[in-house]
């Protein structure tokens, strides 16, 4: 039987990364995936191939509406050739995945392809279609990720009511997506859909989508998604998903309590996910997991059972590909000996939508809830000169910042390119900084990313130069 100084059970983003981390740790590891291809939800079927589908379905929109205005003609009919496109995207999900094939070689990393689960607290028995084999480990990492949850009383066919996954694949633009859920996922793909011609209507349950996020980010996503002409009801509840034919039908209750329907050729569930542990056999180790299924940990990550780790969508936290790797990182150094750390304060929350929405820190209704002091600074995208210049103009920036301290308690933007802006404020709240420190920093003009110092700017004395 091969040993090894650690285990890996998934290879998805916070699997692969405390795989190659615990290698470069000098540590004998083993990672073990049960599909063909490595990568997990993130690479395959998540993060990666929307973000491609939502650049295609953006460059689509340009040319319909936008190149004109920028003096670019182009002659003829522009048409869409959306089995392109998803090849495209797939020819992109497979550079990345063949990129972990090599990053695993070049750590010595020994990968092994099957069911992984647990013989007891140290062994775990593989099972593929060929063999069945067995390893040991002295420590074990669960990184085994989440799949997208079902309604109670609506399974997923695969054809007409679909999950992300079948979202990811349409071989055609549907007439009219119904969307339920009004989060990340459920939004990124109605706008990638949205671009490419479909009649799209979201259903959330919460009284605004994003409810995760700042209220204000939310009102204005839901501004610019009416302006595009995607439907947005909120505080509905879903009570059926009916299929008929090529029709889905799905029953809601809005607020005044009254019945409505909404039909369409296609139903996407985006409600979130829920934490994968089948055929790991927990059992087996003696963990102990929570009534969602989330196994339990404590601040190190570790299980109930000593040598024994679970990371990212397996374990209580936000669903994110970047949590995860931060805590793939922490578990090799901590099980290496090392103390490592990891504030989940400052892990940025981000919507790819155009406009991006970012967040990072305390929401207004976090510090309304702790009967916190505390100012606001915010700046309007249309009023720098690099969002006229793109036409960008939607969106803002707002820094929350203490009252007396004037330390940053949170920071969040909607606008072009905040996927990247937000990465600021993360470094600036790490090492405490406060309104001032980033008012008084030089950003380059013209940039984005002097909305970020109009808002400290505005946090501060209200000083803001440009509004």
């Not at 191939?49 to 003829?76: R, T, W």
């Not at 309007?380 to 103009?393: K, N, Q, T, V, W």
Request: charged share 25%; hydrophobic share 40%; glycine share 8%.
């Amino acid at each position: 039987m091969s040993t090894f100084d650690v285990i890996v059970i998934g290879s998805g983003p916070g699997g692969y990364v405390a795989a190659i981390r615990a290698a470069q740790l000098g540590m004998k590891t083993a990672l073990i995936e049960k599909y063909s291809k490595m990568g997990g939800t993130c690479l395959n079927v998540g993060c990666i191939p929307s973000k491609s589908l939502l650049d295609s379905s953006h460059h689509y929109e340009n040319a319909l509406h936008n190149f004109a205005n920028h003096g670019i003609v182009v002659e003829g009919d522009i048409k869409l050739d959306l089995e392109q496109m998803m090849s495209r995207k797939s020819s992109v999900v497979e550079q990345t995945t063949k990129g972990l094939e090599y990053l695993m070689d070049k750590n010595k990393v020994t990968v092994f392809n099957g069911l992984g689960s647990f013989v007891n607290s140290n062994t775990i028995q593989i099972k593929s279609e060929v063999k069945t084999e067995t390893i040991e480990g002295k420590h074990i990492i669960i990184a085994t990720g989440s799949k997208p949850t079902k309604l109670p009383f609506a399974d997923f066919d695969g054809e007409r009511i679909i999950s992300s996954t079948e979202a990811l694949k349409l071989k055609e633009v549907p007439k009219h997506l119904v969307i339920v859920g009004g989060g990340v996922i459920g939004l990124e793909l109605g706008q990638v859909y949205s671009r490419l011609g479909a009649k799209v209507t979201v259903i959330e349950y919460q009284d605004r989508i994003i409810p995760n996020m700042d209220a204000s980010l939310s009102k204005e996503l839901t501004k610019v998604f009416k302006k595009s002409g995607v439907k947005i009801n909120t505080s509905h509840k879903v009570t059926s998903i009916d299929r008929n034919g090529e029709s889905v039908i799905v029953s809601a209750e809005n607020k005044k309590g009254e019945n409505v329907k909404f039909e369409g050729d296609y139903c996407l569930i985006s409600i979130g996910r829920s934490a994968y542990t089948n055929g790991l056999n927990l059992d087996n180790a003696g963990l102990l997991s929570d009534k969602y299924g989330r196994i339990e940990v404590d601040k190190n990550l570790k299980t109930n059972v000593s040598n024994i780790y679970a990371i990212g969508d397996v374990v209580k936290g936000v669903m994110l590909a970047h949590k995860a790797e931060e805590e793939g990182v922490y578990v090799a150094e901590f099980i290496s000996g090392q103390r490592p750390h990891i504030d989940y304060n400052l892990i940025p929350g981000v919507v790819y939508t155009w406009p991006e929405v970012a967040s990072v820190g305390k929401t207004e209704e976090d510090l309304k809830d702790a009967n916190k002091n505390y100012k606001v600074g915010q700046f309007p995208m249309r009023a720098l000169g690099r969002s006229r210049a793109s036409s960008d103009l939607d969106g803002f920036v707002k820094i929350l910042a203490d009252s007396q301290s004037d330390e940053i308690l949170g920071v969040h933007m909607i606008g072009a390119r905040c996927a990247d802006l937000i990465s600021e404020a993360v470094v600036a709240m790490e090492y405490k900084a406060t309104a001032e420190d980033i008012a008084r920093i030089s950003h380059a003009h013209p940039t984005f990313s002097e909305a970020i110092k109009e808002a400290a700017m505005a946090a501060t004395e209200n000083r803001a130069i440009h509004i």
